[in-house]
């Protein structure tokens, strides 16, 4: 018999009783709340936070995975909004080498998504993939992540079919024979000729990044990355999330309804939140503005993490994942780090992250250091 705790609105001061599928269930309805931080508290020591559990995870070889631009550029305009931006500026290979050191040993990253859309020249892109591989240890997984269609009015193609073909030719010699992933943050894309020609070259290894909670994982795909941002987001305060309407809940669906799919999911940890200042509970301000979104609230992750790992079903969880780019392009937003101390800036400087976003991107470091040695994010 299992212990679920479900956490209600304040309404009455009782405590109900029932049984469910044979689950004993206990309702909590607390009026003052200072009770309800009080439980909260009480549950975070515990680790007793309204899910189910599900055992068996092999903690030490899980996904701990980042995506970020594999050319580490401040403005990657270029192949994402529309083709009529400048070229990114190439890294250097000593920034490059620093990127790689941070992200798998101090950030305790085992795969990395490297995202590329033609924002630099292919030639000059080749190179850079190559460092990357020549960098990171090989026990390391180097994804290379390719964005087929831009975010303009037209859905533009980011690359003509010869041009895929010698990306897919350079990345299964060069970075990785049998993996290749497909970054999209919009839903059910037409991704076109594109993704037919990288399905008969990966017929096996192909990943969609980005997965939103209502899609569903169909060939050519065989896992996921799935955004989990207004799961995580919705709550201003830990217990604001945990309670009934808010993200906890919907995080919970969201890992249910993939626990009916036959494959496996790396779940996205989020640094970057929404601005909480414009609701009372932090609900959805209705606008996403690097100006303005806020770092995730602490401990947040820990719970969702927690929460993922106990309500997924074993062979349909491969770990967890999160998304730089955004905590790029928020960071070198003047109103918080600037684009001299932005993410990517520290990245190849080879410096540790310390600004406005640093508390859940540690937070998220410190699970993922966690799983390597084999811990829950819960303990």
């Given at each position: 018999m299992q212990f679920v705790a479900v956490f209600g609105l304040c309404i009455t001061s009782h405590i109900s009783y029932e049984t469910v599928h044979d689950q004993v269930t206990v309702r909590l309805y607390m009026p003052i709340p200072y009770l309800r931080l009080l439980l909260l508290v009480i549950l975070l020591a515990t680790g007793r936070t309204g899910w189910s559990t599900e055992t068996g995870h092999d903690l030490g070889n899980m996904e701990r995975s980042f995506w970020l631009h594999a050319s580490l550029c401040a403005k990657t305009q270029k192949g994402y909004w529309g083709p009529g931006f400048p070229p990114s500026l190439t890294p250097s290979e000593q920034e490059v080498r620093n990127a790689a050191r941070?992200?798998?040993d101090t950030y305790a990253a085992n795969?990395?998504?490297l995202v590329y859309?033609?924002?630099v020249p292919l030639a000059d892109n080749q190179q850079v993939f190559r460092w990357w591989r020549q960098h990171c240890p090989a026990k390391v997984t180097l994804i290379p992540t390719l964005v087929l269609r831009m975010y303009d009015k037209e859905q533009t193609p980011v690359f003509t079919l010869d041009e895929l073909r010698q990306l897919v030719e350079f990345f299964q010699r060069s970075v990785n024979s049998e993996q290749l992933a497909v970054y999209d943050v919009y839903p059910n894309r037409d991704q076109g000729e594109a993704?037919?020609?990288?399905?008969?070259?990966y017929p096996k290894g192909l990943i969609r990044v980005g997965i939103q909670p209502d899609e569903k994982i169909e060939a050519p795909f065989v896992s996921a990355v799935q955004d989990t941002w207004s799961g995580f987001c919705h709550g201003k305060t830990n217990a604001d999330w945990l309670d009934r309407g808010f993200g906890a809940e919907a995080l919970r669906q969201w890992i249910e309804d993939r626990n009916r799919q036959p494959h496996l999911v790396a779940w996205d940890l989020i640094v970057v939140a929404w601005d909480y200042a414009a609701t009372e509970r932090g609900d959805?301000?209705?606008?996403?503005d690097a100006a303005?979104?806020?770092p995730l609230p602490a401990g947040r992750n820990r719970l969702a993490a927690d929460g993922i790992l106990r309500t997924a079903r074993v062979g349909c969880v491969a770990g967890f994942s999160s998304d730089?780019?955004?905590l790029?392009?928020?960071s070198a937003n003047p109103a918080h780090d600037g684009s001299r101390d932005s993410f990517y800036e520290t990245l190849k400087r080879g410096e540790a992250y310390t600004g406005y976003y640093a508390v859940p991107f540690q937070e998220i470091v410190t699970i993922y250091s966690g799983l390597m040695d084999g811990k829950s994010p819960g303990t």
């Open positions: 941070l992200l798998t795969r990395l998504y859309h033609h924002e993704l037919k020609l990288l399905a008969a070259r959805y301000p209705g606008y996403d303005k979104n806020m730089l780019l955004i790029q392009a928020n």
